[in-house]
């Protein structure tokens, strides 16, 4: 005699369990893809951040330098104004005038101290002034 299945009975996880894994499975899979995803998102900002940041410092050494070509062309402008012209000599016996020689050396001292002169040079200035 041959047996016959039972009709409640069921083999397997059945239509309901086999959609609650597939579902774990896809909810995994999509939470695992956004971290790898906003892992590689956050190198990508900090090679750019880095990159960013390396622009900045070239243009701020651009900017640098610049100014200091304009302050030297400034200090090479002023220290031009400051050579003092070829005057003809007073004649023998007539000192030279002390207000001209006065206003020489101020003006030599303001250039020191401004920073436009060195010690060195101011000493020479000086130095060709009195002589």
């Known amino acids: 005699m041959m047996r016959r299945r039972a009709v409640g009975v069921r083999r397997g996880p059945g239509i309901v369990g086999t959609m609650a894994r597939t579902a774990v499975v896809a909810g995994t899979a ?3 893809a956004k971290a790898v995803g906003g892992a590689m998102d956050s190198h990508a ?7 960013d940041q390396q622009v900045a410092q070239q243009e701020q ?3 640098l330098q610049m100014q200091q070509q304009q302050l030297q062309q400034q200090q090479e402008a002023q220290y031009a ?13 007539y000192p030279a005038p002390a207000a001209d020689l006065t206003s020489q050396l ?11 002169l060195s010690d060195a040079e101011f000493q020479a200035a000086k130095a060709k002034l009195l002589s």
């Not at 101020?106 to 436009?116: I, M, R």
């Open 30 to 32: 999509t939470v695992t």
């Open 45 to 51: 900002q900090a090679q750019q951040a880095q990159v």
């Open 61 to 63: 050494m651009q900017q």
């Open 81 to 93: 104004q400051m050579q003092p012209q070829q005057m003809p000599s007073p004649p023998a016996g």
């Open 106 to 116: 101020q003006q030599l001292a303001q250039l020191k101290e401004s920073g436009v």
